[in-house]
């Protein structure tokens, strides 16, 4: 480094640039001497694999306390986790899903009154919409609930209309 402050040499100036960016590399631990071994190269991968298999367990064990949709998206992200890759697709959303309350402010009725239509018609179905599990209000705890397609308005404004007054 020496030689080449006091060189006139017109890469003098280049090598030493490289000379400070190798050495703060090194200070700083960015840049290191020696290459890893084979070895520690395997301990590494070994490690690396070990833990992406526990985080497919743990998914798989959280995936065990769902059932539906939850689980084979857990399912889905355990498979990613072991192959790189969605072996298990994720789940598909048909269609954008409303609650009963905002069915209901698109019909004028109330989120129960939503209810009671649908189930009194049989109206839960795969064609107006799907069950999900959802956070209950003012608890902390998960429930069922049925969430509904755009569909399912027109049906309902029918059934309204054909109601007596």
Known sequence: MEICRHSNQPKA?????WVWEVMDGLITGKKKLVDMTEYQR????????????????????????????????????????????????????????????????????????????????NLKTDQYGAWYNDKAKGHNKEVSSFRYYESIIPVLQRILKEQPA
């Not at 100036?13 to 640039?17: C, G, I, Q, V």
């Open 42 to 121: 395997m301990m590494v991968k070994s490690r690396t694999d070990n833990a992406r298999i526990r985080k497919a367990q743990i998914l798989e064990r959280i995936a065990g306390k769902y059932d539906g949709t939850y689980q084979r998206i857990l399912h889905s992200y355990a498979t990613k986790e072991l192959t790189g890759e969605h072996l298990l697709p994720l789940p598909k959303m048909e269609a954008k899903t409303y609650s009963a309350g905002e069915i209901g402010e698109r019909v004028s009725i109330t989120a129960h009154m939503v209810g009671v239509l649908t189930n009194r018609h």
């Open 13 to 17: 100036d280049a090598f030493m640039d």
